[in-house]
Nanobody, 128 residues
Framework: QVRLVESGGASVQDGGSLRLSCAAS????????IGWFRQVPGEERAWLAA????????YYAASTQARFIMSQDRANDMVYLEIDSLKPGDSAMYYC?????????????????????WGRGTQVTVSS
């Protein structure tokens, strides 16, 4: 079992920046990929970025437009998502998720349904 807890969400002004954190605990050595998603009410959960936990390789959705940077602190089982130049359209609940599958899995094209564990999310609200 893996537990994920997101934090760092806040209400910010247009153009601001945030760093979201995802703390993993439990059987973290089983994690192959960690992804970040976001969701607004009435819409499907959208993939933003993923990291290959063993290698550190990072993958981003085209929609992130280079404003999102994902990183990890492997020693402390932490994953981060830094978002720059925030826009009102970035307002959403942000989730991290863990995929516990084969270590050779390509983390860059995993659908939300493939992820095994999810956190409860952290809310980001951007006002103009």
């Amino acid at each position: 079992q893996v537990r994920l807890v997101e934090s760092g969400g806040a209400s910010v002004q247009d153009g601001g920046s945030l760093r979201l954190s995802c703390a993993a605990s439990g059987s973290t050595d089983t994690i192959a990929c960690i992804g970040w998603f976001r969701q607004v009410p009435g819409e499907e959960r959208a993939w933003l970025a993923a990291i290959d936990k063993p290698t550190g390789a990072r993958y981003y959705a085209a929609s992130t437009q280079a404003r999102f940077i994902m990183s990890q602190d492997r020693a402390n089982d932490m994953v981060y998502l830094e978002i720059d130049s925030l826009k009102p359209g970035d307002s959403a609940m942000y989730y991290c998720a863990a995929y516990s599958g084969h270590s050779s899995t390509f983390c860059g094209n995993l659908r939300a349904s493939a992820y095994t564990y999810w956190g409860r999310g952290t809310q980001v609200t951007v006002s103009s």
